[in-house]
């Protein structure tokens, strides 16, 4: 079942959950990351390490909600409740859980308890070793990619399984719903061995969100009491060892007892169990710690020691107290099955060899194996993308090269001069480009003073204070060249970079064009000037002309006249 997804608005690429993936159940597609449900033992370290918040937990929270209106709802609580919260005393965190709708609570040691005996007639087994089988996380990792030992694998459910079953003696009609800090008992109740016994889980994680919701106060709640509980051996079965120390720890001596928790820690033991040449009884565990470091309690503001400690403060506060007695018998026996589940077999070595050389693996020197795309080696990571795992790119030095490249391309190739300079002003990028601007050999110029240099000095016009750049023009005499500046200083590695954009045509064209447009203009006004003159002239001409003609034209007319009268 898919217990584990990613959000895709969330998820950034950073590949910190395949590092972290102690089975590399995890691909990226498409730059984003997803869970390969059949590879998935369920640990929760990619929920525990993911920094952006990315991963979404199949919840049973709405669906208990439901139960809790119609139903009668039976609660097995984990021995790991005390770490949930700084409270005054955990008893208060019953308190919480009345105050959600949860009437009956029993604590889960009780089945742990009925497991722990069930431990001690195994020990006496002929098996060569034992495994115990209580963590989900390493029953998970066994049947999956370990299945040769399963035979090894104690036959006994975990103490979840049986404390349900318990429950379902006790309330046949109910619903039983467990709270712990394990994300893989969220698979376990779907084993088709154990399917049915318990409806819902719930994590701790999942039980403060709903606090909150609730805008419940923690603190301010009473103490309750538990309506069964168990022993101190079972309260112990969080904590790595603790269902060993108090069951088959102080047995006959025919076993070596083995105690190992962490996923990764557990695989190396795995590698090289076949070595060993006694009998031995081994307690795993998949969270270092044991269960009282869960996933599911990652909300908590304990440390994982804080944890362990509050968990043994509970512990002696209940040293005293009698258990239930009215405990149902129970078959806890199971079994387990090998998972149908598709490896990363070899590649051949000629597409392994591709693949390298498609990450700029030419050679063993160029396998750094740093690790930042989450395989150990790059041939791993090349297995992955193989087996479409993974993703070329997800390379950082392949992708740093490529920028390399890209931007030595780009100072190589452009046309404008770039001059990068160290926190001295001594020049440490000198691009050919500026070599024909300044007039001067990189050769000649590298680890100078910039300013020494060249008799040049426009970084001078950066002010800090105003933020880390500047763009104007500036003008380079000994070349009689002018410049279009892009100045810039780069706080992180103390660098200042300059581009420098010939723009001496362009100014000088702009320059010949002005005086084009003055004589222009002065031309224009010349002629108009002249044009009003011979306009003045005329204006003249043209008045003198009219005034001589009306005198003749008025003597004509005189002379006309006083020939009439003399007729």
Not at 320 to 328: A, C, F, G, H
């Amino acid at each position: 079942m898919s217990i584990i997804n990613f959000s895709k608005n969330k998820c950034r690429n950073c590949y910190k959950c395949i590092r972290k993936c102690p089975v590399k159940a995890i691909k990226l597609k498409d730059k984003h990351a997803q869970i390969i449900q059949s590879m998935c033992i369920g640990c929760g370290v990619c929920i525990a390490t993911c920094p952006h918040n990315a991963k979404e937990i199949h919840s049973d929270v709405d669906t208990i909600k439901q139960w809790l209106k119609t139903e009668q709802v039976v609660l097995s609580l984990s021995a790991v409740f005390p770490t949930a919260y700084y409270l005054d005393h955990p008893r208060q965190y019953l308190g919480i859980l009345r105050e959600l709708g949860f009437t009956i609570i029993e604590e889960t040691s009780i089945g742990a308890e009925v497991v722990a005996k069930a431990y001690a007639d195994e020990y006496r087994s002929d098996k060569k070793f034992i495994i115990s089988s209580s963590c989900a996380a390493i029953k998970n990792l066994i049947e999956i990619y370990y299945p040769q030992y399963l035979s090894s694998l104690s036959r006994q459910v975990s103490p979840m399984i049986a404390h349900g079953k318990i429950l379902r003696e006790k309330y046949p009609n109910a619903k039983i719903v467990y709270a712990g800090s394990c994300l893989a008992k969220k698979m376990e109740v779907h084993d088709k061995d154990v399917r049915g016994i318990i409806d819902g889980v719930l994590t701790f994680d999942e039980i403060d969100s709903w606090i909150k919701k609730e805008n419940i106060i923690p603190n301010k709640m009473p103490m309750e009491e538990f309506n069964a509980i168990g022993t101190n051996t079972g309260r112990l079965y969080p904590i790595t060892g603790g269902l060993a120390k108090n069951s088959v720890e102080n047995l006959d001596g025919s076993r070596k007892i083995l105690r190992i928790d962490g996923v990764k820690d557990c695989m190396e033991f795995l590698d090289e169990i076949h070595q060993l040449d006694k009998k031995y009884w081994i307690e795993m565990n998949a969270c270092e710690e044991g269960c009282v470091n869960g996933p599911g309690n990652i909300h908590s503001p304990l440390s994982k020691y804080e944890k362990v400690e509050m968990l043994q403060t509970y512990i002696d506060l209940n040293s005293k107290k009698e258990p239930s007695t009215d405990i149902p018998a129970v078959d806890t026996r199971r079994s387990f099955h090998k998972r149908p589940v598709h490896h990363l077999g070899e590649v051949p070595t000629e597409e392994l060899e591709k693949i390298l050389n498609q990450m700029s693996k030419f050679t063993e020197r160029d396998e750094l194996n740093c690790g930042t795309c989450g395989y150990e080696t790059c041939r791993d990571k090349a297995r992955a993308v193989y087996w479409n795992m993974a993703e070329l790119d997800m390379c950082l030095p392949l992708i740093t090269s490529k920028t390399e490249a890209i931007s030595n391309l780009i100072i190589t190739t452009t046309p404008n001069a770039i001059a990068v300079l160290d926190k001295k002003f001594r020049i440490i990028e000198f691009n050919a480009a500026a070599e024909r601007l300044f007039n001067m050999k990189k050769e000649d110029v590298m680890r100078y003073n910039f300013v020494d240099a060249l008799d040049y000095n426009p970084f001078r016009k950066l002010n800090h204070d105003r933020g880390n750049t500047y763009t104007g023009k500036g003008h380079y005499e000994r070349e009689n060249r002018t410049f279009m500046e892009i100045l810039t200083y780069i706080p992180e590695q103390e660098l200042y970079m300059g581009i420098f954009i010939d723009i001496t045509r362009q100014e000088k064209q702009e320059q010949d064009m002005q005086k084009i447009q003055e004589e222009t203009l002065k031309m224009a006004q010349r002629v108009i000037d002249k044009q009003m003159r011979v306009a003045h002239e005329i204006a003249g001409l043209l008045g003198e002309t009219t005034a001589e003609t009306k005198v003749t034209l008025t003597k004509l007319q005189k002379v006309v006249t006083s020939r009439e009268v003399e007729v």
